[in-house]
């Protein structure tokens, strides 16, 4: 189970951080998980944000490349996307999910086998 939060409704120019809280299957870690998150506009696909792997390496989709950064705290069984200089077209809903046994952070959706409820992100313009 996938718990997102830390959206909101901010300004253009503005920074938001998200969590993801991970209740994890018994039998597994937490850092065995590849983390990803997504996010989907009224109208639109999904689309691929940042994931990060259980070695900490990370990957950015372009839309977001060099404004975000994925994090993770094992210990906490939690993921971060920390969004900076937020645009109007970053208006989204965000999602966290988790992959196993994959290993690589992977923008590849069906990749991953569990999915948060989603966090609302709105930036004004």
């Known amino acids: 189970q996938l718990q997102a939060s830390g959206g909101g409704l901010v300004q253009a120019g503005d920074s938001l951080r998200l969590f993801c809280v991970a209740s994890?299957?018994?039998?597994?870690?937490?850092?065995?998980?590849?983390m990803g998150w997504f996010r989907q506009a009224p109208g639109k696909e999904r689309e691929f944000v940042a994931a990060?792997?259980?070695?900490?390496?990370?990957y950015y989709g372009g839309s977001v490349k060099g404004r975000s950064t994925i994090s993770r705290d094992n210990a906490k069984n939690t993921v971060y996307l920390q969004m900076n200089s937020l645009k109007f077209e970053d208006t989204a809903v965000y999602y966290c999910?988790?992959?196993?046994?994959?290993?690589?952070?992977?923008?590849?959706?069906?990749?991953?086998?569990?999915w948060g409820q989603g966090t609302q992100v709105t930036v004004s313009s």
């Open positions: 999910a988790a992959g196993h046994p994959i290993t690589s952070a992977t923008d590849t959706q069906r990749a991953y086998n569990y």
């Open positions: 994890v299957a018994s039998g597994r870690t937490f850092r065995s998980y590849v």
């Open positions: 990060i792997s259980a070695s900490r390496s990370t």
